[in-house]
């Protein structure tokens, strides 16, 4: 039956199969493979964007199991959607905070309205959505937020101020609202990936390789450096962390900010 768990023999607690779980920015890169994995292990997943073709395709593929169209700064449209979602498969019990965006530029240069894009998508859109579902998780007793900020949320990075400041704020975030629902059932992490092969990370080397005229190979080059293991992180072991965070054995860990970068932040 769809919107119910099963117990494991781990404490009596609960696993995501037969949980509906929400995942923002589900169509593509980092949420799309959280949404499989989450899909794999028996939730019932529901991709939430902008562009409905990537979700579709999503449902299509048997990688999730609905998708909701909204743009997550818009809180109005948000919390229709996730109406929409429960309705349709039932009370909620995982949200994955996944839909983020980066822009570019130094700090002399950032125009307000690129900071107040960055923060609305990346810290604001993360608030909307959780007040949206925080009740629900609540009244049934167990739930799992997990966000997914960046390694910009655990130190600095140049000619991103805007998208580091938002990042810090979702692993504050975090943090407060692990101690407010501590007592509840319901955990809240964050994961931090580092550079991550994705289409978004793709668009980034884009602009640098047209600001700089450096092969993408030299780009390339320069972002794997960052990390310890000097390789990119793949979008499947950023999703084994949230899929970990929202099983049975995470229920004593709540206000974390997991780095998954190759030791770039201790």
Not at 68 to 91: N, Y
Not at 164 to 193: D, F, I, Q, W, Y
Request: proline share 4%.
């Amino acid at each position: 039956m769809l919107g119910c768990a099963r117990t494991t023999q781990a404490g009596g607690k609960m696993d995501p199969a037969g949980r509906h779980a929400l995942v923002t920015g589900g169509g593509r890169g980092i949420g799309a493979a959280i949404a499989r994995a989450l899909t794999a292990a028996g939730a019932v997943v529901t991709v939430l964007g902008r562009n409905p073709a990537p979700l579709a395709a999503m449902l299509a593929e048997g990688d999730a199991a609905g998708f909701a169209q909204a743009d997550v700064t818009d809180a109005a449209a948000l919390a229709a959607a996730v109406a929409r979602a429960e309705a349709a498969r039932g009370p909620l019990s995982i949200l994955v905070n996944n839909a983020g965006a980066v822009e570019t530029a130094p700090f002399g240069k950032l125009q307000r309205d690129a900071w107040d894009r960055m923060i609305a998508v990346n810290l604001t859109a993360v608030y909307q959505a959780t007040q949206a579902v925080l009740p629900g998780l609540l009244a049934g007793g167990w739930g799992r937020i997990v966000n997914v900020a960046s390694t910009a949320g655990l130190t600095g990075y140049p000619y991103v101020a805007a998208y580091v400041a938002a990042k810090h704020g979702v692993v504050g975030l975090t943090r407060a609202l692990a101690l407010e629902t501590a007592k509840s059932g319901v955990t809240v992490n964050a994961v931090c990936p580092g550079y991550t092969e994705t289409d978004l990370l793709a668009d980034s080397m884009a602009k640098v390789v047209a600001k700089t005229g450096k092969t993408e190979q030299e780009v390339r080059a320069t972002f794997a450096r960052s990390n310890p293991q000097g390789r990119l992180v793949a979008p499947e072991e950023v999703a084994a962390a949230v899929l970990f965070l929202c099983g049975p054995a995470s229920g004593a860990m709540t206000g974390q900010a997991i780095a998954v970068a190759g030791g770039e932040v201790m």
